[in-house]
């Protein structure tokens, strides 16, 4: 996807420990959002990103952080993964008067 | 509370036929309205978009219908091909920060 990365693509990691999921934009747009897809939820919107170190939560927001010191970067932290977090990430960001530019995104399993 | 409810989970169209999602949404500030297509394993991607300023936009065979009253809107796929088959989202934003809230989906199936 032109202009817009997820890292890492995969994960595997233990309940209890942190983990931190990376988008990387090279194309300086203002906004920025992650998002989680599960079956029969379709996409729902965690937290986003209107400019650098401005940020807000969306619809399912809790055990969730995110972090935005460059307007290249966007963090997305997991203070403490659990079982109900594996899931499909995706970053997005705002191209203006296209709508959104999704990355390829990153499957998490919790275990 | 879904404030955007797609149908139907999942579809399954002959070669050549036309594909019909549906969406209704209950926020009247929603003022943008795309579709997106997913493909296994892809992230979603923009396919067609339309502004309530107008009751149908058409790009090739894809065209949405648009019906502003009844807060409804749908995606029609004519002359539907076996590589159309992919999951596809309805979404609506309004206001600023241009949040995008999604439908669940529907799961288009196109036999040859």
């Known amino acids: 996807d032109a202009g817009i990365t997820q890292s890492p693509r995969h994960k595997v990691t233990e309940t209890g420990t942190p983990v931190t999921l990376r988008c990387h934009q090279t194309?300086?747009?203002?906004?920025m959002y992650w998002y989680r897809q599960d079956p029969g939820h379709g996409l729902r919107l965690i937290h986003y990103?209107?400019?650098?170190?401005?940020?807000d939560k969306g619809e399912v927001s809790d055990g969730y952080s995110v972090s935005r010191s460059k307007t290249e970067d966007f963090l997305l932290t997991l203070e403490s993964a659990t079982s109900s977090q594996t899931s499909v990430y995706f970053c997005?960001?705002?191209?203006?008067?296209?709508?959104?530019?999704f990355g390829s995104g990153t499957r998490l399993t919790v275990v | 509370q879904q404030q955007v409810k797609q149908s139907p989970q999942s579809l399954i169209v002959q070669k050549g036929g036309i594909s019909i999602i549906n969406c209704a949404y209950e926020n009247t500030a929603f003022d943008y309205f795309p579709w997106y297509q997913q493909f296994p394993g892809k992230g979603p991607a923009l396919l067609i978009a339309i502004r309530p300023d107008v009751s149908e936009k058409k790009e090739g065979r894809f065209t949405i219908s648009f019906n502003k009253s009844a807060k409804q809107f749908s995606l029609h796929i004519m002359d539907s091909q076996p590589g159309d088959s992919a999951t596809y989202f309805c979404a609506a934003s309004g206001g600023s920060n241009y949040k995008l809230t999604f439908g669940k989906g529907t799961l288009l199936t196109v036999n040859p």
């Open positions: 194309e300086n747009h203002r906004y």
């Open positions: 997005a960001i705002r191209v203006q008067n296209y709508g959104y530019t």
């Open positions: 990103s209107y400019g650098v170190k401005d940020t």
